[in-house]
């Protein structure tokens, strides 16, 4: 409950639109005032899935430290198609995973699952997934403002933020906007 008083409590200021939805230009996590970094669109096939967007404490486009940092930070995704169900979340989670840890993922499968399990239903158009770091803390997830869990580990947190920043991520051109490059 924490943390959905933390991400609004952010401020009213907005960085636009992309894809049809605003992102804000700030976001609270814990103690840390973070900035959006960049955004972009996630798309497959052509099809606009969601708007991403990356938030740091200091704007960065350096995919690597942004991966190792053990500082708060969170990716945003509002969703733009509707009906991306469960199993196609993670589907392409367990893809990101996999590029984002080189295939070696045998040593935080089980904190996957615990990341997968927290996508039991379907994303719909409006849907806001929100991926927060917080070092000590793990990786959480909130869905429209409801905490799913959380996953303890910096590993984790690299493997995840991976997923949309490493040298294969889940989309280059939603990586180039995170990383405002």
Avoid at 55 to 72: G, T
Avoid at 86 to 105: P, R
Avoid at 161 to 178: R, V, Y
Wanted: aromatic share 10%.
């Amino acid at each position: 409950m924490r943390y959905l008083l933390c991400l609004f409590a952010a401020g009213v200021a907005f960085s636009g639109e992309i894809g049809g939805v605003t992102l804000p230009d700030k976001m609270t996590v814990g103690d840390a005032s973070l900035v959006l970094n960049g955004a972009g669109l996630r798309k497959k096939l052509f099809i606009k899935v969601y708007a991403g967007g990356l938030y740091l404490q200091a704007k960065s486009s350096d995919q690597n430290k942004v991966i190792k940092a053990d500082e708060p930070m969170a990716v945003r995704l509002h969703f733009i198609y509707d009906g991306v169900s469960s199993e196609k979340l993670t589907e392409a989670w367990n893809e990101g995973f996999k590029n984002a840890t080189g295939g070696k993922t045998a040593a935080i499968q089980a904190k996957i699952d615990t990341f997968n399990g927290m996508f039991s239903q379907t994303a719909n158009k409006g849907d806001v997934y929100d991926v927060i770091y917080e070092p000590g803390k793990g990786t959480s997830v909130l869905v429209n403002g409801v905490s799913k869990g959380t996953v303890e580990g910096l590993e984790f947190k690299q493997a995840v933020f991976g997923i949309w920043l490493c040298d294969k991520p889940a989309d280059s051109g939603l990586k180039e906007g995170m990383l405002h490059q």
